[in-house]
């Protein structure tokens, strides 16, 4: 089993459509987990990092299922904008927090 | 003022070369890392060095050497380039204990014909 997996994608929607991407984390003593940005041809942004009640962020909402080991990031109300990679990413706490892995990311195309 | 830079852009060279990339960051931050991202898009560390100690080595390589003269810069030399190596290079930093958070460099796309 992988550290992390992401949904395969891509995620092909219409502008305006609630999209939803899932992650699973194979080590459950991980306590650290992110969402990034990947642009084409760029570098990764952190989108948000999850909190264990989980945070929302304008149209963006992050949620921690621990018992489950995933973590989830919903996009409302899909602009053209968020077409992208978004990269999940755990820490790896036994690496004192040097680490972070990150998974194989989910491409979302936005279309008018 | 750019938070995390990474020098050259692009960088094509022949098998058997030797090449290094720079990385500099001023946000202060107490560690680096590089990763390498492959055709497949997949992003993987490589190296993580906290206050110019090396912590973390991924079963990198030893034609990969990294060098930290100091908190603010990682640089990562490579000896004898191989066809396996094309990919993108990136270089990151984080404050380990404030968030874990990662603020990438551009990257570096490096071509090894």
């Known amino acids: 089993r992988k550290e992390v997996e992401q949904d395969p994608g891509p995620f092909n929607v219409p502008e305006g459509a609630t999209v939803a991407f899932n992650c699973t984390y194979s080590?459950?003593?991980?306590?650290?987990f992110f969402w990034y940005r990947q642009d084409c041809r760029k570098e990764p942004k952190l989108l948000m990092s999850?909190?264990?009640s989980g945070n929302e962020d304008g149209r963006f909402t992050a949620q921690l299922n621990r018992a489950s080991q995933y973590i989830s990031l919903l996009i409302r109300d899909s602009k053209l904008s968020d077409s992208a990679t978004y990269l999940c990413?755990?820490?790896?706490?036994?690496?004192?927090?040097?680490?972070?892995?990150f998974g194989a990311g989910t491409r979302l195309f936005v279309k008018a | 003022d750019t938070a995390v830079s990474q020098t050259p852009k692009y960088l094509v060279t022949q098998m058997g070369n030797d090449k290094s990339i720079k990385c500099e960051q001023n946000?202060?931050?107490?560690?680096m890392y590089w990763y390498k991202q492959d055709s497949k898009k997949f992003l993987k560390i490589m190296f993580s060095y906290n206050n110019k100690e090396l912590i973390i080595n991924e079963t990198v390589p030893n034609r990969f050497s990294p060098k930290s003269p100091d908190k603010a810069h990682l640089n990562l030399h490579i000896n004898s380039l191989e066809l396996g190596d094309s990919a993108v290079y990136f270089c990151?930093?984080?404050?380990?204990?404030?968030?874990?958070?990662?603020?990438f460099g551009p990257g570096t796309r490096l071509t090894v014909t």
């Open positions: 990413a755990v820490n790896d706490e036994e690496a004192g927090g040097f680490k972070t892995i």
């Open positions: 946000l202060g931050h107490d560690t």
């Open positions: 999850v909190y264990s």
């Open positions: 990151a930093s984080s404050q380990v204990g404030l968030g874990y958070e990662q603020y």
């Open positions: 080590n459950s003593a991980s306590q650290s």
